[in-house]
């Protein structure tokens, strides 16, 4: 397939980063997102949330035999234990003591809270349940959409995500719930949190929504790859992917030498590690010339270094025209949405939305009539595979796949290779 290059002023990533969002505070212990007092219970609360083993819904179970701990569960006797008071609580949080006086499993980590802390704790729990149905009413669902993108794609937005919805729901419902598309952001976050989920918000943007508690379904732009799926899934490889992706395509041309320039170092040295770990000839970024010059984000070829073959990524395609000279390999990490968006002659952020609403919408069926938040992001490991995503395969992104173009002039070439079938 060839492209030509003026398609590519439509490829530009959306850059919309906005300021950084509190984390909600009615679920800060629960999901370790506040920083209590004692500093040996904030590194418990950071390393063994509550919710890594009971949870997010605090049903239990996703952790050996870990029970359930929401206050509705706790608050009532079990078989084998009274009812749970404040009192009984910080025994059993602090000192690892159950309501009946046995000793908790040891795997459970005896929180160095204080009384308040706890306190807290206990309110949390109790609020689990309702945090769990926002979003959910008697005949709809709502779900958000980021402010942002809607006024910089406009009505096109909403209409892609309905296309995908209507793909996979009859008349756009789910056991008798209609979806209702609700602008959320940065400068107005209380509608966030009455959401069921939030579609393509940019990647930078995830961290603030998800600390929250807000599940977030198909960011624009690449996670870091260690996410917890529990709370978000992408549609597109992580920024984990790609680097190994390049590690492997550069092994594979039997590279003798390269140079890497990135925007942020880090990333640098973790292709570099990569790279020699896959068993490759070792970098040469001191040299004046190369065979190949990697370029990872918006990274530039400095001045006086040649190179014969040069590797870019997509998006800096959009905002720079690449060097005359050197063979220029594009580095697609969403080949199925960038190739789409030419074919069909629109933002790729659109196909993302699409895409995103259809998948949203294979969520609600899946997530059954008694729908939470937990249940909505659970059921993307019951999907299968859907197109080209697969879930059981990729939890977190549904993909890996990485493909590599050969720059011809302005247009694009032949495909050289993909990093996975």
């Known amino acids: 397939m060839r492209l030509r290059g003026a398609a590519l002023l439509v490829l530009i990533c959306l850059s919309l980063a906005g300021p950084a969002d509190r984390a909600g505070a009615e679920t800060a212990y629960f999901l370790g997102a506040t920083a209590p007092e004692d500093p040996i219970a904030r590194r418990q609360l950071d390393r063994f949330p509550c919710h890594s083993c009971h949870g997010r819904d605090g049903r239990g179970g996703t952790e050996g035999d870990a029970p359930a701990i929401n206050w509705a569960s706790l608050a009532v006797a079990g078989r084998d234990r009274p009812a749970y008071d404040a009192e009984t609580f910080f025994r059993a949080v602090s000192e ?15 929180y160095r809270l204080s009384r308040a802390e706890a306190a807290a704790l206990q309110a949390e729990l109790a609020a689990l349940e309702e945090r769990e149905r926002r979003g959910v009413l008697p005949r709809r669902v709502v779900l958000g959409v980021p402010q942002e993108l809607a ?21 756009e419902a789910a056991y008798g719930r209609t979806v209702e598309l609700r602008r959320v952001g940065p400068a107005a976050p209380d509608p966030a949190e009455d ?11 995830v961290d603030a929504l998800t600390a929250r508690g807000i599940p977030v379904i198909a960011p624009i732009g690449q996670l870091a790859g260690d996410e917890d799926r529990t709370i978000v899934r992408a549609i597109t490889p992580s920024r984990r992917h790609v680097l190994q992706a390049i590690a492997r395509q550069l092994l594979a041309t039997g590279s003798q030498g390269h140079a890497i320039f990135a925007d942020r170092p880090e990333e640098a040295r973790e292709l570099a590690d990569l790279i020699r770990l896959s068993g490759g000839v070792a970098g040469r970024d001191a040299a004046r010339s190369v065979p190949d010059a990697i370029l990872l984000g918006h990274g530039t070829l400095p001045p006086g270094i040649t190179a014969e073959r040069l590797w870019v990524e997509w998006p800096s395609l959009a905002v720079r025209p690449p060097p005359s000279g050197p063979e220029i390999i594009v580095v697609l990490d969403a080949p199925g949405l960038v190739l789409g968006a030419v074919e069909r002659n629109i933002h790729p952020a659109l196909l993302l939305a699409e895409r995103a609403g259809q998948l949203a919408g294979e969520a609600l069926k899946l997530a059954g009539r008694d729908l939470t938040r937990t249940r909505f992001m659970a059921a993307f490991d019951a999907m299968g595979r859907i197109a ?4 059981g395969r990729e939890p977190l992104t549904g993909t890996s796949n990485v493909v590599f173009h050969r720059l011809k002039g302005r247009a694009w070439g032949d495909q050289v290779a993909g990093a996975t079938p």
Request: net charge negative.
């Open 388 to 391: 080209d995503l697969d879930y």
């Open 96 to 110: 690892g003591i159950a309501a009946s006086g046995r000793e908790l499993s040891r795997l459970m980590p005896r």
């Open 151 to 171: 006024e910089e794609l406009g009505p096109g937005l909403l209409a892609a995500i309905r296309r995908g919805l209507s793909a996979s729901l009859a008349g």
């Open 195 to 205: 959401v069921l989920a939030v579609i393509a918000p940019p990647a930078d943007q």
